[in-house]
């Protein structure tokens, strides 16, 4: 199962970036799926998770600026950005394959290879 992830760039403080992450024949219906980023020097950490149902699940550093979304029918995962700050800089990984709503990185059994994401 590949997933890859695309949408990242730079941007400014207060703008927004929409993050998409595709996996074609991954079967995204039936697991849940997640954000997470890693910045340099620090751990991967979760952004927000989305469950088969849809319920979701948000690390408190992005609650309310961040939202996650998935379209089953078309096999695609999304994390809509706004107001991005500085310490949101980071590679942002798609991850899939929780059968839990976690932001742990050990929950899940696939992952994409990033997309960069800056703020200054």
């Known amino acids: 199962v590949q997933l890859v992830e695309s949408g990242g760039g730079s941007v400014q403080t207060g703008e927004s970036l929409r993050l998409f992450c595709a996996g074609p024949g991954y079967r995204y219906s039936t697991a849940t799926m997640a954000w997470f980023r890693q910045a340099p020097g620090k751990a991967r950490e979760g952004v927000a998770a989305i469950s088969s149902a849809g319920a979701t699940l948000y690390a408190d550093s992005v609650k309310g600026r961040f939202t996650i979304s998935r379209d089953n029918a078309e096999n695609t995962l999304l994390l809509e950005m706004n107001e991005l700050k500085p310490e949101d800089t980071g590679t942002y990984y798609c991850?899939?394959?929780?059968?839990?709503?976690?932001?742990?990185?050990?929950?899940?059994?696939?992952w994409g290879r990033g997309t960069q994401v800056t703020v200054s």
């Open positions: 991850a899939g394959g929780a059968w839990q709503l976690l932001l742990r990185p050990t929950a899940y059994n696939y």
